[in-house]
C-alpha cells in the first residue's frame, strides 16, 4: 500500500512538472498525507489484533491449566 502510494504522488507530481500546474503539487501533498495517516492506522490495527490474539491465547492457556478455577 505504502509503495503503491508513493508512487502516485511521484506520477502526479510529474504530471503537474510537465503541464505546468502547480495546483497538481497540492493535490499530490494532500495524497500523501493521507497515505501515510492510512499506513499508520493499518499499523495500529494489526498491532491490536496481535495483541488481543496473544492475550486470548494467554487467557486460553490460563483456564486449561487451572480447571479447579471455574465456578458452576
Do not use: W
Not at 33 to 38: R, T
Not at 43 to 70: D, I, T
Request: hydrophobic residues 45%.
Amino acid at each position: 500500500m505504502n509503495m503503491f502510494g508513493t508512487k502516485t504522488v511521484l506520477l502526479v507530481a510529474l504530471v503537474a512538472m510537465i503541464n505546468g500546474r502547480p495546483d497538481f503539487l497540492d493535490l499530490a501533498l494532500a495524497y500523501a498525507l493521507i497515505n501515510f495517516i492510512g499506513v499508520l492506522a493499518i499499523l495500529k490495527y494489526v498491532q491490536n489484533s496481535r495483541r488481543r490474539e496473544a492475550s486470548e491465547s494467554v487467557a486460553s492457556e490460563h483456564e486449561s491449566a487451572n480447571p479447579q478455577s471455574k465456578q458452576p
